[in-house]
């Protein structure tokens, strides 16, 4: 389908010329985060989740929602083809589980190829918002956070550092391009089965310039400021503040989806 790139721009507050260059593809990943949501709304309003470009477009565009990882990064894909980017969907599989020991078509990441590839994720909740470089072999710092991607040419894993200094494990992913329909058993999978994560709770999450909102279930949480880290070893300033509180009632609940998320339900 062709893709309004203007009302994309508009959703993420974006402006001016958009050339298929490195500089581009880190700024609307960025703006992308801060401004379209992480969340599984539908599953617990009985809307079906359907992996098709229209109706992607039109939920996390016209409609100002926000989705996860098929849908978001489904949509990102999609705008950055427009754009003139080549960009390859991957299978991925969260944990640190072996590749044939964990669900198939858990989640979706993707790759895009200028002079150099990158590892581009918008649909991953807290994770980096700026791309990474796939053919980066050492630790990759961000303001948020510092991340490291390795891969044989065929699998990778994609991992986060902690503030103990180890690795994390995020996902593997399979170097293998694939098509949009190729996650509807995932999709279907994390919108219906009582064991996927999605379906026992609410959640809607968006970053902000300064940390992160979250609502989940009745819970909100607000982050602000970021771990002080440092590539050689990961070091805790203090400068993160955490507030937690329970929401009244779904009535609140509702109010907070509107006045934070922009969403209607």
């Known amino acids: 389908m062709d893709v309004d790139i203007a009302a994309y721009c508009a959703r993420i507050g974006v402006s001016g010329p958009l050339p298929p260059t490195a500089a581009t593809l880190r700024r609307l990943h960025h703006a992308h985060m801060l401004a379209v949501p992480f969340e599984n709304l539908d599953i617990h309003w009985g809307r079906p989740i359907v992996l098709e470009e229209a109706r992607l477009f039109e939920k996390l565009v016209t409609q100002g929602r926000g989705g996860f990882?098929?849908?978001q990064n489904g949509l990102f894909a999609m705008v950055l083809r427009e754009l003139g980017f080549s960009v390859d969907l991957l299978e991925a599989r969260v944990g640190a589980n072996p590749w044939e020991d964990s669900l198939?078509?858990?989640h979706m990441t993707l790759q895009v190829t200028l002079k150099e590839r990158w590892l581009a994720d918008v649909g991953f909740g807290d994770g980096f918002r700026e791309p990474l470089l796939l053919?980066?072999?050492g630790s990759q710092a961000r303001t948020e956070g510092t991340w490291r991607v390795e891969h044989d040419g065929c699998e990778g894993l994609h991992s986060s550092r902690t503030t103990a200094g180890d690795w994390k494990p995020e996902y593997r992913f399979r170097l293998r391009p694939c098509r949009l329909t190729d996650f509807v058993p995932g999709c279907e999978h994390h919108q219906h089965s009582p064991e996927s994560h999605f379906t026992q709770q609410r959640v809607c999450s968006l970053a902000?310039?300064?940390g992160r909102i979250t609502l989940?279930?009745?819970?909100?949480?607000?982050t602000e400021g970021f771990p002080s880290r440092t590539i050689a070893a990961v070091t805790e300033s203090g400068n993160v503040q955490r507030r937690e509180r329970d929401l009244a009632d779904e009535t609140e609940f509702l109010q907070l989806l509107r006045e934070r998320f922009g969403i209607e339900p």
């Open 216 to 222: 989940s279930d009745q819970r909100l949480i607000q």
């Open 69 to 71: 990882c098929y849908e």
């Open 208 to 210: 902000t310039k300064t």
């Open 104 to 106: 198939p078509w858990d």
């Open 135 to 137: 053919d980066e072999a």
